[in-house]
C-alpha cells in the first residue's frame, strides 16, 4: 500500500505579539525545533494554529516568513482552507508559488447540512481553478469546528476525479472506527490522526501518521513511535513514549488546548509572546496556568 | 424609545455568471429594483447573499460596485463579519471608506464553545481597530449557521462600552421570543428579524423592522406593513400584506431557499444567471424548480 503522505506533522501553534500580530520570529524558530524534535513537517495554519483567526494577507506573510527563513518548502503543509473556494484557491496558489505542494483544507465550512454534490462540487472548483499537478490535498474532517463532515461518498469522488491531488485526510473527529473505515475503503490514501493518542492504534492498521496538536510538546515522542512502531524490539519504548505522549495530551485537556499548548512553549522558550492568543480564544487564567 | 436602524432591510441575494463570477450589472439592478419597491436598505452579502463563498476582494468589488452605481451608501449595509476579525476590520474599515457606515455583523464563526469573555474580546477588537465613531453595527445573531450565538451578557457589555457603535441586533434564531427579550432587555437598541413573517408580531412589541430573504421577492408587502401596522384603518390591508409574506416564505422553503429565490429572480428578471449559485450552494434541480 501506498501512502502518498506519511509521518508525523505538528499542528504548529501561532505566535502572536503583545498587540496580537503573527512574531514570525518565534514562530520560525518553533518550527526549526520541532523539526529537530523529528517531525517530518510542520502543519502550519490550522484549527490548533488559530489559522482562522488570520486573515489571507497575515497567512500569506506566516508563510512566506517561514520560507525565507530556510524552513524547506517540502516540510510545510498550511492549512489553506477557508469558508470561500474563491479564497482557498488564492491561498493555494499562493502556497504553490512558493514552492510549497502540500496544504490541508477544510470544507468550505459556513453553511450547514450541505449535500455531497454541493461538497464535491467546492472542492472540484478549487482543484479546477489551481490547476496545478504539483498540488497535494489533506482533506481536513474535523466536524466539530466546521460543522461539515467530509463523507465517504463525497471522498470516493474526489478520488475518482482528481486522484493525485486528493491523497489523503486528517481526521480529527477523534472516532478512531472512522479513520480505521478510511484506510479500509481507500487504498493509497493517507489517513492521518488528530489526535496524538490515536496514532499508534492507527499505524498498527494501516494508518499513515498524524497531524496533531500535542506535537508541539512532545514531537519527539511521536517521531519515535512512528519510526519504531513495527519492532518488535523496541516496544517497551514504544509503549513508554505513548505513556508520555497521552500523559501530555491529558495535561493540556485539562484546560482549553491551545491556550495550554502556548503556555507550555512560553515556559520551556522563555518566550513570553507565546501566552497570547487572538480572540476568540483567550489566554489561560493566571489561576489555570498555575495549576498547569 | 429610539431606535437606531429601523425599517425593512432586504438581506440581498447575489447573483453570479455562469464561471460563478459576481454578476455586478444583475446586482445593482436588483438593489435599483428592491429601493423601488420600498426596501430601506439592502443588507448585501449576508447569509443570504452567500458572502462567505466570496473573499474578500469580492466582497469589496460587489460593495464599490454599487456606491460607484449611484446606490446611496445609506441604503447599503453590508455584511463584514468574517472568521478572522482582522479581516473583518479590514472590510468594515472599506465600507466606511465608501462612505458606508452601517453593517451587518457576525461573530468570529469558527471556534465553537467560545466564553463570552473571548467573544467580546473579538468584537472589541474590531470597533477599537476600525476606530470610527461613523461605525453602526448590528450583530448578527445566526447560530445555526455561525455555531455561536451572541449572548445577552455579550451584547450587555458591548452596549456598556460602544453604545454608539453596536446599535442594534438581526435576529435569525427564528425564536420571536428571544427578539421579544432583546426588545425588552436592550432600550434604544434596534431589534430586527431575520425571517420574514416574524416582522409584523416584532414591530408590535417594540421591535425595528427587518432584515430578512423573503423580501427580495415582497419587499413591498413588507414595506407596507412596516408603514402601516399601526394604522387601524389599514389593518386588513396589513394582513393581506402579511399572509402574502407567510406565502411567499412558505414557498421558497419547500426547497432550499437561497437557490428558491434566485430562481423566482430569474424568471421575473429574464437573467437567467439569477439561478446560478457558488458551490457548496447548488441551484434547484430541474424538477425541483419546475414544481416551484
Known amino acids: 500500500m501506498d501512502r502518498p503522505i506519511a509521518g508525523v506533522f505538528c499542528a504548529s501553534v501561532t505566535p502572536v505579539t503583545a498587540d496580537l500580530a503573527p512574531d514570525h520570529a518565534a514562530f520560525v524558530a518553533h518550527c526549526r525545533h520541532l523539526i529537530e524534535q523529528g517531525c517530518d513537517g510542520v502543519a502550519l495554519l490550522g484549527t490548533t494554529g488559530e489559522a482562522n483567526s488570520f486573515s489571507g494577507s497575515e497567512r500569506k506573510a ?6 525565507s527563513a530556510g524552513i524547506a518548502p517540502d516540510r510545510l503543509l498550511p492549512g489553506t482552507g477557508v469558508a470561500a473556494w474563491s479564497e482557498t484557491v488564492d491561498l493555494t496558489r499562493h502556497a504553490l508559488s512558493l514552492g510549497v505542494t502540500r496544504v490541508v483544507m477544510l470544507p468550505p465550512f459556513y453553511y450547514k447540512g450541505i449535500s455531497d454534490d454541493g461538497l464535491f462540487a467546492a472542492y472540484a472548483e478549487i482543484a479546477e481553478r489551481v490547476a496545478d499537478p ?3 490535498v489533506v482533506l481536513y474532517h474535523i466536524p466539530q469546528f466546521s460543522g461539515v463532515p467530509i463523507t465517504f461518498p463525497v471522498i470516493e469522488r ?5 486522484p493525485d491531488t486528493f491523497v489523503g485526510i486528517k481526521d480529527s473527529s477523534g472516532e478512531l472506527n472512522n479513520m480505521l473505515a478510511l484506510v479500509e ?3 493509497n490514501f493517507s489517513v492521518l490522526a488528530g489526535a496524538d493518542p490515536l496514532m ?5 492498521q494501516g494508518g499513515a501518521g498524524c497531524i496533531t496538536a500535542t506535537s508541539n510538546l512532545v514531537a519527539s515522542d511521536l517521531a519515535f513511535i512512528f519510526r519504531n512502531h513495527a519492532d518488535p524490539a523496541k516496544a517497551a519504548e514504544v509503549d513508554a513514549a505513548q505513556a508520555r505522549v497521552v500523559a501530555a495530551r491529558t495535561r493540556v485537556s485539562q484546560f ?5 499548548i502556548k503556555t507550555l512553549l512560553a515556559r520551556s522558550t ?5 501566552a497570547n492568543l487572538r480572540p476568540p480564544l483567550l489566554p489561560l487564567t493566571a489561576a489555570e496556568a498555575a495549576e498547569l
Not at 506566516?62 to 520560507?67: G, H, P, R, Y
Not at 474526489?158 to 482528481?162: E, F, H, S
Not at 499508534?200 to 498498527?204: D, G, H, Q, T, V
Not at 522563555?270 to 507565546?274: Q, V
Open 256 to 260: 482549553a488546548q491551545i491556550a495550554s
Open 270 to 274: 522563555g518566550h513570553a509572546n507565546w
Open 134 to 136: 504539483r498540488l497535494k
Open 200 to 204: 499508534l492504534p492507527l499505524l498498527r
Open 185 to 187: 475503503r481507500f487504498p
Open 62 to 67: 506566516l508563510l512566506e516568513a517561514a520560507v
Open 158 to 162: 474526489l478520488r475518482a476525479r482528481y
